[in-house]
């Protein structure tokens, strides 16, 4: 079975540039997360869907930050303009269903000068 | 306040020591998780426990639900079991509340 899979795995910016990252996750998984790592810290869910609706977006900062999952399958999540505090490694997650085990990809790790 | 802590933030052990992970947490919880993240980022889903104890390898997890108290032990430590590892639980909706990991450093 093919894994979560997440791209770029690095990515570096300068402030108030913007940037993308992309995530496809398990075939048939229907629920699907963004999570934002900061250094030292546990994740922190950003984004929550169930096949292609938003279920839980209360912690994204939706003044800078995007995300969709137009057909149900893989999802980017963009940041415009990026701020000195986005540098954090971006995991995305997805499970069969929101109380099933969550299987991760190996994150994007962003940082912004 | 964290809703979920961990304890130590930082280990260090030698080859073959027994290692013990502490997980406290101050909520009603369905289920807690043990995970594991390499250095590289990814994160690996080693138990998920809502009672009692479970084993895998040379990994063993436990939960004492009355005290919200949750521990992973590694028997017979090597170093490629270094990594951060991270208690995280479920409270009674489908989100997960991430303790900060604990860095596992095992030196031959």
């Known amino acids: 079975e093919a894994g979560v899979a997440q791209s770029p795995r690095y990515k570096i910016i300068e402030k108030r540039q913007s940037v993308a990252f992309w995530c496809n996750p398990i075939s048939g998984h229907a629920t699907l997360y963004w999570y934002q790592q900061i250094l030292g810290q546990g994740p922190k869910l950003l984004i929550q869907?169930?096949?292609?609706?938003?279920?839980?977006d209360s912690q994204l900062p939706k003044d800078r930050f995007s995300a969709e999952r137009l057909k149900g399958v893989d999802s980017t999540l963009k940041i415009q303009p990026a701020k000195l505090e986005d540098s954090a490694v971006y995991l995305c997650a997805s499970s069969l269903g929101s109380m099933s085990t969550q299987h991760f990809g190996d994150g994007t790790r962003l940082s912004i000068l | 306040k964290n809703e979920v802590e961990q304890s130590p933030q930082n280990l260090t052990a030698q080859e073959g020591e027994f290692i013990t992970i502490n997980c406290s947490y101050s909520v009603g919880i369905s289920a807690l998780h043990w995970l594991q993240q390499h250095p590289g980022g990814g994160i690996v889903s080693l138990f998920m426990?809502?009672?009692g104890k479970k084993k895998h390898g040379r990994l063993i997890a436990t939960i004492n639900i009355q005290e919200k108290h949750s521990s992973l032990h590694i028997t017979a430590s090597h170093p490629r079991d270094s990594a951060v590892y991270i208690c995280a639980v479920r409270k009674n909706t489908d989100k997960l509340i991430f303790g900060t990991g604990t860095r596992l450093q095992v030196f031959p």
């Open positions: 869907f169930q096949n292609n609706g938003v279920v839980d």
């Open positions: 426990l809502s009672s």
